[in-house]
């Protein structure tokens, strides 16, 4: 049914809207906020581009204290650079950690640029690191200076010693070990740390080692080229007829080691130059020696034992050492058919007299062969003798023995073969053997036997000589007792006639003081027969008046 039978009216139709097109030139303001964001992104990507620096990759072994997005890189305890990522390596040997560095450190992209972790520390050149407690760990960097670059380095598993800003020199030291010494010992300069020691290394040959010590500016000025170095570990003690002497460094090289320098009398000459060698000697003593100078080996043979003596022994000149023992052995003579004990040892000459500064003077090599010849027959020989009585050791000293039995030194024989002496111990030795092979001729049976016999006559003597004393006590002590009353009343009565109360004292007196007036009477006339010797004939003159 149409709206017509409905019988209502038709509606009229409708306009089509008309479209009105907007202006394209005037943008809608909300569009603003998108564009500026935009705008504001690319800026920060671009400068975030701008100020990214190289990639490079660090191998540890372990990735203990780093973490990715946190751990940073510093150089002088400036920021250069961020852990990005730490992975595993595929042969799980080690670890790679991706940093991602900062565009004003490109230049740490230097093939030599060194990297490690920085946490704490304790080792031989103190305690590091222990900032690190409550910062947490970081990577370490020291600035290479190669042209060369490189995306990829090996880390260091320990801190370097001396890094490429460090003020100073660096030195080499050739020893035959490196005793207790370390990476980071201290190196003293009139007991005063001027340096420490950076890196060692075994010589190719194996048969030493070298050094590398660092020493700090300004004290590397006064390391010359007549500068001696020693190691100063420990306690350096000299017991000689002065006392007991004991040196040392200071206390930290007693515990880890050290080394010291000194020039001789001060004299270091011009400064050394950077990486210049030396050697390293054992102690000051052997440091501050004269060069020893051409050295002559020598072989010794002794028909005797060769205990207490052992390689490095000294070998002596009245008290001078000249030389060391090299090695000693056994070897069998067939032309003899006995073993003999051969000793090789190294000598200097030049320790026997003052050296010349006059180079046509240094003797030659034939010059010096005859005169160890002439020494010989001078009776220059070689003799063991014993160094400490409490330890039992040894020493060889060479020294002249007129009385020694002729010898010749044949000088064409290499090495030279110097002959030996006994000495006095082993000469006391032989003189005890004969002894003792006298003493065992004697026939101490036969005389054990005599005694024995002699001693049965004396046990027979004795037996007598017991029974006569036991009759002499019964017979003749009575009578000795009976005499010595006799005598005793014989003394008594001595004792009374010579007292002073006695008359026989009395009358001594009287006969006494007689015989003193006769004897004056008897001086007088001999006074007067003096005088007058005529009147033994005349008679006195007064007596003819009469």
């Keep these: 049914m149409t709206e017509e039978d409905k019988g209502t009216a038709p509606r009229p139709p409708l306009a089509a809207p008309k479209v009105v097109r907007r202006r394209n030139w005037l943008p809608s303001l909300i569009w603003l906020i998108p564009i ?6 690319v800026f920060l990507v671009a400068r975030i581009l701008m100020d990214r620096g190289p990639e490079i990759v660090l191998t540890f072994k372990t990735a203990e204290g780093i973490e990715a997005n946190k751990t940073s890189v510093r150089y002088k305890d400036v920021q250069i650079g961020t852990v990005e990522r730490i992975r595993l390596a595929n042969d799980r040997s080690h670890v790679r950690v991706l940093v991602q560095l900062k565009k004003e450190a490109s230049a740490f992209t230097s093939q030599d640029t060194r990297f490690w972790v920085v946490r ?7 305690i590091s690191g222990l900032s690190t407690l409550l910062s947490g760990a970081y990577i370490g960097a020291d600035a290479g ?34 005793g207790s010494l370390d990476i980071g010992s201290p190196v003293y300069f009139r007991r005063i740390k001027v340096g420490q020691v950076a890196a060692y290394e075994l010589d190719p040959d194996g048969r030493g080692v070298t050094m590398r010590v660092f020493v700090n500016a300004p004290y ?34 007693v515990l880890i080691g050290g080394i010291a320098f000194q020039a001789p009398d001060d004299q270091a000459g011009p400064t050394a130059q950077e990486n210049a060698a030396f050697m390293l000697a054992a102690d000051e003593g052997a440091a501050m020696k004269e060069p020893d100078g051409p050295s002559q080996t020598m072989l010794l043979y002794f028909n005797q034992s060769l205990r207490g003596l052992s390689p490095g022994a000294p070998v002596d000149f009245r008290g001078v050492v000249i030389g060391e023992v090299k090695s000693i052995g056994v070897e069998f003579d067939r032309t003899e058919r006995e073993f003999k004990m051969p000793v090789v040892v190294q000598i200097y000459p030049d320790r026997l007299r003052r050296r010349s500064t006059d180079p046509g003077s240094v003797p030659q090599g034939p010059s010096q062969l005859e005169r160890w010849r002439f020494l010989v027959g001078k009776g220059l020989r070689a003799q063991l003798r014993t160094g400490n009585l409490l330890t039992g050791q040894v020493y060889v000293a060479i020294d002249f023995f007129p009385d020694a039995k002729p010898a010749t030194l044949d000088i064409a024989r290499t090495p030279l073969e110097l002959p030996t002496q006994p000495n006095s111990l082993d000469e006391l030795q032989s003189q005890v053997s004969d002894i003792a092979r006298k003493i065992n001729k004697v026939p101490f049976e036969e005389i054990s036997a005599d005694i024995r016999k002699a001693l049965v006559g004396v046990n027979r003597t004795l037996a007598t000589t017991e029974q006569l004393v036991k009759g002499i006590n019964n017979d003749v002590t009575p009578e000795m007792a009976a005499a010595m009353k006799d005598v005793r009343r014989t003394l008594n009565s001595a004792e009374k006639t010579i007292a002073d109360d006695s008359p026989l004292q009395q009358d001594l007196r009287q ?28 008679g006195k003159p007064e007596d003819k008046q009469k």
């Excluded at 704490?120 to 103190?126: C, E, H």
């Excluded at 060369?148 to 050739?174: C, K, N, W, Y």
């Excluded at 010359?224 to 200071?250: C, E, M, P, Y």
């Excluded at 007067?528 to 010797?533: A, F, I, K, T, V």
Aim: negative net charge; glycine residues 8%.
């Design 511 to 538: 006969t006494l003081q007689e015989v003193s007036r006769a004897a004056g009477s008897l001086r007088v006339l001999t006074d007067y027969l003096e005088r007058h010797p005529e009147s033994l004939i005349r």
């Design 36 to 41: 500026v964001a935009a705008l504001v992104g």
């Design 220 to 253: 590397d000025k006064f390391v010359g080229v007549n500068t001696r170095f020693w190691h100063a570990s420990g306690f350096d003690i000299d017991l000689n007829a002065s006392g007991l002497k004991v040196r040392t460094q200071s206390l930290v090289t």
């Design 120 to 126: 704490p520390r304790l080792d031989t050149s103190g």
């Design 145 to 178: 200076t190669a042209e060369e670059t490189s995306g990829e380095f090996t880390g260091l598993e320990a801190p370097p010693i001396v890094t490429r800003d460090a003020s100073g020199r660096q030195f080499m030291l050739h020893a035959r070990d490196v």
